[in-house]
């Protein structure tokens, strides 16, 4: 028999934010190994473990290859065309009987890892032409968009820390060691930090827990969860009180607004409410006002609490008070090759906030969606406009979203739901049809969204590494199919098969490379097939102020709506916090939200669905470690082996998000067999950030207790 020779092939790792570089050994069909690309210019040879794990996910025997449909709990396989027709009919039955806001959308975050899904997907899921979208957006990120939105005029010109030029990294709720970035591409985090502290720098981290990335910094504070606002206000009062404010050559406006908000916040009033020394608060924001090259990055902690809204406005406002936005080693733009402002408004994105409310909860739409709170309440609610059909795409809500066990009850009651999912998981289960597509490495990619935060200007294309079974389809292909039924081409009558021939025939391809040919570094496709290791573009340049979308040309620094909001903060702080514990979340290197528990090389080890708690909180409540310990809110309770550590703080309990795998109907072999449990069945949907609308994923009071 012949022996097809192993080859290797170069391509960016499209699981998470940092868009490593990979190197792809494969024979014939088989993945032979995944290691990091020691050619590409931008991570350098770093992966993380779940690099590794994309050949589990591609010969995962779970993986569906052909579309389902389910007869009660029952799955059977049917051929692509009649699964097509079966969706556009439900879904052309539903809207033509109850209107377009019946039909709702779900996104989930790996979206922004896949073109076609940026492209194509996005053209179908706003052919639906709903009120009721809805995505990751507003359980991870939202308050950083909206600050974007206020401030700088568009909610895609988030600014990212130019880490490899700040000598002073002060890092809010963030653990990018685990991460790797967020709102911030930036592969091989460990080398980047050790960098600042090789070059006199120095790095500080304030987070309720001592994090991986705390652990090698120079300094670390704990912070009360959900105080991120009360302790930024004071680090403002701070540089206006002892007159350390310079904004630069960056126009800015509402300086005196800012002033006067901050005034009320003095570090002594902020310490008793943060759990941070005045004194550490007022060195802290000496330190970044006096350092030249300095950041403060803010992330997940920041923005999903009750004062997320806030604690966004006020990261971006003291780096642009302290002269460190748009500035090297600050916090500064990207000048991506494919130019997101340029493009989102092609693919159907608007930018704009509160310009209508939901239905039921009065909750603030955000770029045309609703925050994932108001889901389970549109589902459940009677009356016009309300949800019978559900459209959701790579994602799985049910594990990622507060209140898990409503919003699946709510899901159990749908007239209609199909999934473009290659899982039959937590969500997934409860669709009438599942539309899989190819597998990861059967698509091509282009890191349209990502790039646009990476920390250096940076461009890479991947080619499929297999081609995609003639009996499989790209999600691109998915969506293509089902516009054609349901979208504007479905009036052309026969015409239509010819525009989804030609659109197919162009693919996600076409939009990219003109998108390129147009952007800022006038790139092509095929200067980029040329470079398999990816294109660096040069450090992050000063764009200001003409990247600024304001109609005054200005940074917004005191936009009414956040001031408006300080007296919510103050009212919450009048009285001195309570003393039971609060929960938060964590990230783990080798989890991806509740994606990636399917790989054995993962989960295997030591369980990692475990609750951490100070030694004295458990010793108050006679927690043993290893022993379980039941979790329990308004919204639930859960039970969890225990892990006791001085690395939390007193009073906070954290417990990682995306597992609860052992709900029945499941069809993941390895994660059912290490499932863990849903932190987000015991989170209160209704505690939201007012302003926002996002979810209060940390901060939530938990009673914990011996089983
Ligand atoms: S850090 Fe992210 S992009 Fe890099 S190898 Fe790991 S999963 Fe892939």
Known sequence: MLRVMATTVYRACPLCEATCGIAITIDGDRVVSV????????????VCPKAAALADLHHDPDRLQRPVVRDGSAWRTVEWDEAFDLVARRLREIRVAHGNDAIAVYQGNPTAHNLGLMTYGQILLRTFRTRNMYSATSLDQLPHMLAALLMFGNQLLMAVPDIDRSDLFVCLGANPLASNGSIMTAPDMRRRL??????????????????????????????????????????????????????????????????????????????????VAAADIRE?????????????????????????????????????????????????????????????????YTNGFARWTSRVGRKPEFGGELPMTALAEEIETPGAGQIRALVTSAGNPVLS?????????????????????????????LAHVILPPASLLERSHYDAALNAFAVRNIAKYSPPTFERPAHARHDWEICLALWRRLGPASKLGPAARLVERVLRKLGPEAIIDLALRTGPHRLTLRRLRAAPHGLDLGPLEPRLPGRLDTPDATVHLAPREYV??????????????????????RRDLRSNNSWMHNSQRLVKGPPRCTLLIHPDDAASRGLADGALARLSTRAGAIELPVEITDTMMRGVVSVPHGWGHGRSGIRLQVATATPGQSVNDIIDPSVIDELSGTSALTGQPVDVAAT
């Open 35 to 46: 290691r990091g690309d020691d050619a590409d210019p931008f991570s350098r040879g770093y």
């Open 194 to 275: 050790r960098a600042i502290r090789e070059r006199g720098g120095r790095v500080v981290v304030i987070d309720p827990r001592r994090t991986e990335t705390a652990a090698r910094a120079d300094r670390h504070l704990f912070l009360r969860p959900g105080t991120d606002a009360v302790l930024l206000l004071a680090m403002i009062e701070t540089v206006f009180a002892e007159r350390l404010v310079k904004t630069g050559r960056v126009p800015v406006s509402g300086v005196d607004e800012l002033r006067r908000v901050a005034a009320d916040w003095p570090a002594e009033r902020a310490a008793p409410i943060t759990g």
């Open 284 to 348: 802290l924001a000496r330190a970044l006002a006096t350092t030249p090259r300095a950041v403060l990055y803010g992330r997940i902690g920041v923005c999903t609490q009750e004062f997320g809204g806030l604690a966004a406005w006020l990261c971006y406002a003291l780096n642009a008070l302290t002269g460190h936005l748009d500035e090297p080693g600050g916090l500064m733009f990207t000048t991506p090759a494919l130019d997101l402002l340029q493009v989102a408004p092609l693919l159907g």
């Open 401 to 429: 979203a507060p209140g898990g066990r409503r919003l699946e009850r709510a899901l159990a009651s749908l007239d209609f739901m199909v999934s473009i999912d290659p899982y039959i998981n937590a969500t997934t289960r």
């Open 564 to 585: 408006a909001d300080v007296a919510r903060l103050a009212a919450r702080h009048a009285s001195p916090p309570g003393g039971g514990l609060v929960l938060i979340g």
